[in-house]
């Protein structure tokens, strides 16, 4: 059994991709938490919520019991991510990071991406040439800033409760797949992440990716060792200021050859680092936690556990 110890910013954590079997490994029971294999706290919620880090250091742990530390939040936001004391305490570590015990990045799954580069390449309608969602405030990477200087030297159509200038009309908002499909519509989306962090790469990246926009990405330093083939994005490092990436967009939004240059990968096979990593992540993260806490159960009581 593995117990989630507390919750996912307020909700269930994400497992409903699991198969039944490794399902029903887990529960949210705190009352079962002496009795657990294996137990796993979100940071995150550690710091924001209960029980809090104070509760967390006070607790002990049952002999032989595992203990994961999960984030999918940057070390930047969460500093006690770095912190040695905090992690002695743990037996695993599970986060974006590719030096965890189990790597677990927002890639999405092989399926995803066969799906999307079979559609055809949606137009590209709006008169503004880059979108941009964003409503979280967490901003240690001077995003919103950033932002808004790139805002005032090209046209932003941004539809986040940051700097929005634009809503999505009354009653089509559903969600992720109106984000996606409002984005599909623009040349390019701001991709700009809360944090500059090694391997910190969300679905900022991916999301334009897979609907057929180029991302104009400010993030992850490593950025390039995440994309599915060559000329898929552009990386706000290599211009010096936003003037100068804002210059940069509005030559390629008139140039149509120029701006196909960006696509070009979707016809080609993708980079084979990428497929390297989508195929290490067939297997959901839970269900690695889960094959690890058998394989330590099957070992300690000395027989084979059916995995």
Known sequence: MILFYNKFFASTPPVSDLSPQDLGAFSGDRSLFADADAVVFHVPDLILGTPNLRDFFHLQKPHGQMWVAW????????????????????????TYARTADIWSPYYPRWASWIEALKRPLPTKTESAPVVMFQSASHNKSHRVEFARELMSRVQVDSYGRILQNRVLPEGVDQGQ???????ARYKFCLALENALEIDYVTEKFFDPLLVGTVPVYRGAPNVAQFAPGKDAFINAADFSSPRELALYLKELASDDEAYRRFLRWRQEPLLPSFQADLDALRVPGFSKLVEIVRNRRSSLIGFSVPL
């Open 71 to 94: 984030s999918m939040e940057s070390a930047v936001n969460y500093p006690v991510l770095n912190s040695p004391a905090f992690l002695s305490r743990f037996d695993l570590v599970m």
């Open 177 to 183: 797949t109106t984000k996606l499909a409002t984005v």
